[in-house]
């Protein structure tokens, strides 16, 4: 089955600066990689997405790359804020079979103001 | 749009009680419906795949009697918790998605349950 392995597990970062969050997966047939960001007690919220055809989707401070023959990708989020921080996780899913999303182990951000 | 609600937000119950929690899409039609839990600082955990009109689909290890999970209609689904005991104490978190022809929509989440068993 899929397996998604996500780093660093936790990252801290100075308000105004990049940070990026890196995920790999192990089946070739996923095909659809959402981002989510979970706050605490809240339920993980849909940031960005991306979809095998694309290699690279951007919206606003947040840019997600994926790279299919490495079976990387990875989650960019530019110009922090104290906001950003939170948790992160990655998902990996395929457009077959059930369609469930296997999740990453999450990166919890901190953003210092 | 894409909204999912999920009720209660917290619930404390005793020991060997069972405790009902909602999954609702507000605003579509949710064919398949996900239960999640999550421990601590620690990733969501696919307990079951709920689809409407039909059995649940359970992830190895999940005990489908311990964790009865009725869809009974395309904005509804629960999770109940039977016989709770401590070890059952968690985050518990739905998730909905349509799906239209062959797109995987994204999965809509719900703000959790946190259930506590004393």
């Known amino acids: 089955g899929e397996n998604v392995e996500q780093h660093p597990s936790t990252l801290s970062v100075q308000e105004g600066d990049s940070a990026v969050i890196k995920c790999t997966y192990s089946?070739?047939?996923?095909?659809?990689f959402p981002w989510y960001k979970q706050e605490l007690g809240k339920g993980p919220q849909l940031i960005i997405d991306?979809?095998?055809?694309?290699g690279e989707k951007k919206d606003q401070r947040i840019a997600v790359t994926l790279n299919k023959t490495a079976k990387h990708f990875s989650l960019h989020i530019t110009e922090t804020q104290p906001e950003d921080s939170a948790v992160y996780f990655c998902?990996?899913?395929?457009?077959?079979?059930?369609?469930?999303?296997?999740f990453g182990t999450g990166t919890r951000l901190k953003v210092l103001a | 749009g894409a909204v999912v609600s999920q009720h209660p937000s917290r619930v404390i119950c005793k020991s060997g009680t069972s405790v009902k929690i909602e999954c609702r899409s507000l605003?579509?039609?949710?064919?398949?419906m996900f239960w999640y839990r999550q421990f601590p600082k620690k990733s969501l955990m696919l307990m079951a795949t709920?689809?409407?009109?039909?059995?649940?689909?359970?992830e190895q290890g999940v005990e489908k009697d311990k964790f009865l999970i009725n869809h009974a209609s395309l904005t509804l689904s629960t999770l109940t918790v039977t016989s709770a005991h401590p070890e059952d104490s968690s985050f518990y978190i739905c998730?909905?998605?349509?799906?239209?022809?062959?797109?995987?929509?994204?999965?809509?989440f719900g703000n959790g349950t946190r259930l506590t068993v004393t």
């Open positions: 998730s909905a998605r349509v799906r239209i022809g062959a797109n995987n929509l994204p999965l809509h």
């Open positions: 089946d070739s047939a996923s095909n659809y």
């Open positions: 991306i979809r095998s055809n694309v």
């Open positions: 998902a990996a899913s395929t457009t077959s079979g059930t369609y469930k999303y296997i």
């Open positions: 605003d579509f039609q949710a064919t398949t």
């Open positions: 709920s689809n409407e009109g039909s059995k649940a689909t359970y």
